[in-house]
Nanobody, 120 residues
Framework: QVQLVESGGGLVQAGGSLRLSCAAS????????MGWFRQAPGKQREFVAG?????????NYETSVKGRFTISRDNAKNTVYLQMNSLKTEDTAVYYC????????????WGQGTQVTVSS
C-alpha cells in the first residue's frame, strides 16, 4: 500500500506562484511513477504532470501547463513537488497526488487532494 498526503494549496492571484508537496509512505518501489491530477468544478479529472521515481526522473506534462509548472522529487524525503508559476484562473481546481507502477500501470494510489484557487 502507498499513502499520499498533499499540502501547499491555497488562494493566489493570477500570475502568482504556489508549490504543492506530496509526502509518500508505504511501499514505494523504484519503478513507480508519481504525478499530479486536478479536477475543476464541473469538469473531469485531468492529468497534470508525472515523474519517474528512479533513474533520471523522466517527466511529462499536460500541454496547458508546460513551461509554467515543474514537477520534481526528493527521493531522500519521499516527497514529490509541483511548482506552479504564472498561475491562471483556469488552474483553479483540487489537485491530487497520484502514484502507479511505471510505465503502464493504472493510477491506483491517490491523495486526499488540496484546493488551489486562482483569483483574477
Amino acid at each position: 500500500q502507498v499513502q499520499l498526503v498533499e499540502s501547499g494549496g491555497g488562494l493566489v492571484q493570477a500570475g502568482g506562484s504556489l508549490r504543492l508537496s506530496c509526502a509518500a509512505s508505504g511501499r514505494i518501489f523504484r519503478d513507480y511513477e508519481m504525478g499530479w491530477f486536478r479536477q475543476a468544478p464541473g469538469k473531469q479529472r485531468e492529468f497534470v504532470a508525472g515523474i519517474r521515481w528512479s533513474g533520471g526522473g523522466t517527466t511529462n506534462y499536460e500541454t496547458s501547463v508546460k513551461g509554467r509548472f515543474t514537477i520534481s522529487r526528493d527521493n531522500a524525503k519521499n516527497t514529490v513537488y509541483l511548482q506552479m508559476n504564472s498561475l491562471k484562473t483556469e488552474d483553479t481546481a483540487v489537485y491530487y497526488c497520484v502514484a502507479r507502477p511505471a510505465p503502464f500501470g493504472t493510477w491506483d494510489y491517490w491523495g486526499q487532494g488540496t484546493q488551489v484557487t486562482v483569483s483574477s
